[in-house]
């Protein structure tokens, strides 16, 4: 029993569970066995689904390794400017095969209205108008559910009147940057540091070739800068540095939402109580400024109608026979990833009451493990640098797995988190006091 509790504390097996999730996930996800067009991939979409969900429950239950006596040998060298200047240089290095890549997709309705709405957003905000009117441009009405970060950066395209995936790509190029400087504030093994700032070039360079969608016809790649930014954030232990990194993720994604409980109680409990509410004063107040104010009090009914839209789309995809492939089941459901084609199978005979089924456990699963984290998030657990991560690992992995109207590039955010988990298990449980 000894032995079996000893080995259960080494950092090995965390590790042995940590970085075959992210093949896992690289090799399912990256390489196209979950691709559009494929009904015959079930096996891959619960392989998907184990890849962020075994590694995070891995980080919430498996102790980091002891922390070492002194900052390992080249550590000093590494922590001057050369990690974030890797994290800046060698996303920027791709800027070729990005070029590339836009010139092959060029923006417009051929590719998907995601970038012409934002573009039409942008174009009303610059003359003074209200972004959030319906939009009827491109000959069917949109009540836009998008949240003020997931569409007003790309103003700065709008006003200089350049392709505005360049602000994506910018966006993932400063969050790679700010990584870097992460872990440079870290101790860490020098290769774990260098590996890890290599990452997200890594991954980026990954999606270009794999994923072409992603970068090419939506804006995912910010909102993948967002996630890596506040995953980076949560290897540190300062609330004010995980409330600056949350702000944008919540005001870009609704599922961000999930995690700031088990963040404020946590922060409560490990920093203090006016540590939370500063952190959550921050948060407010960046809400405040950009979307309450300038949006939301001009209409009020703003995310009424935006939800009310998406679940006008949603109903859509589920039950119209127009949006539905050749198999007479739902194409997006097949073409997507997660839990929704699999509760689709238990009723296909009455998609209508399969999704109020379907939304109905979405909301109870999300819920579920959101208080779960909070009843497991004791002080001396929230100061393992992994089980931050792992927390919001496994609140993105529910909120995007169970998303009845599964998109395939949304899961590109789950493996930006899994880049920070890769230093978060060399990271010891102490850590987080001198980063």
């Not at 949350?246 to 995690?259: C, D, E, H, Q």
């Not at 073409?335 to 689709?344: K, L, N, P, Q, S």
């Amino acid at each position: 029993m000894t032995n079996l509790l000893t080995t259960l504390r080494h950092p090995f097996l965390l590790r042995s569970i940590l970085l075959p999730g992210v093949l896992v996930f690289g090799w399912v996800y990256l390489a196209g066995r979950v691709a559009p067009g494929r009904d015959d991939t079930a096996w891959a979409h619960w392989a998907l689904m184990a890849s962020t969900v075994l590694p995070a429950i891995a980080m919430l239950l498996l102790p980091g390794p002891a922390a070492p006596k002194a900052r390992p040998l080249a550590q000093s060298w590494l922590r001057g400017w050369w990690l974030p200047l890797l994290g800046l240089l060698l996303p920027v290095s791709l800027w070729p095969l990005a070029a590339s890549l836009f010139e092959s997709m060029p923006v417009g309705l051929s590719f998907g209205d995601v970038i012409p709405q934002i573009e039409v957003m942008n174009r009303r905000l610059l003359a003074g108008s209200d972004p959030y009117a319906p939009i009827w441009n491109f000959g069917y009405e949109i009540r836009t559910p998008y949240l003020p970060l997931h569409w007003m950066p790309f103003s700065l395209a709008a006003w200089l009147g350049f392709d505005p995936r360049w602000v994506s790509f910018a966006g993932w190029v400063l969050a790679s940057g700010v990584f870097g400087l992460v872990l440079r504030a870290l101790r860490l093994p020098w290769p774990i540091a260098l590996i890890s700032a290599a990452l997200p070039a890594v991954y980026l360079a990954l999606l270009i070739v794999f994923r072409p969608v992603l970068l090419g016809a939506t804006v995912e790649l910010l909102i993948c800068a967002y996630t890596l930014v506040f995953a980076a954030g949560l290897l540190l232990a300062r609330p004010l540095v995980h409330a600056a990194g949350w702000l944008p993720l919540l005001l870009s994604r609704y599922g961000a939402v999930l995690f700031f409980p088990v963040w404020f109680r946590a922060t409560w409990l490990r920093h203090g109580r006016a540590a939370a509410f500063r952190g959550a004063a921050v948060v407010g107040l960046g809400i405040g400024l950009l979307f309450v104010v300038p949006f939301w009090l001009q209409r009020p009914r703003l995310l009424g109608d935006g939800l009310a839209y998406h679940d006008f789309v949603l109903t859509k995809r589920w039950v119209n026979p127009r949006f539905h492939g050749a198999n007479g089941k739902p194409s997006l459901l097949y073409e997507g990833i997660g839990w929704a084609r699999f509760v689709y199978e238990l009723a296909p005979d009455d998609p209508p009451a399969t999704l109020r089924w379907m939304k109905a456990g979405y909301a109870a699963s999300a819920l579920l493990v959101s208080f779960g984290l909070l009843w497991m998030g004791s002080v001396n657990k929230w100061r393992r640098p992994g089980f931050r991560v792992g927390a919001l690992l496994l609140c993105l992995s529910a909120f995007y797995h169970g998303l009845p109207l599964p998109i395939d590039y949304y899961f590109s955010a789950l493996g930006c988190v899994l880049l920070a988990a890769i230093p978060a298990g060399w990271l010891a449980n102490e850590a987080d006091d001198d980063g």
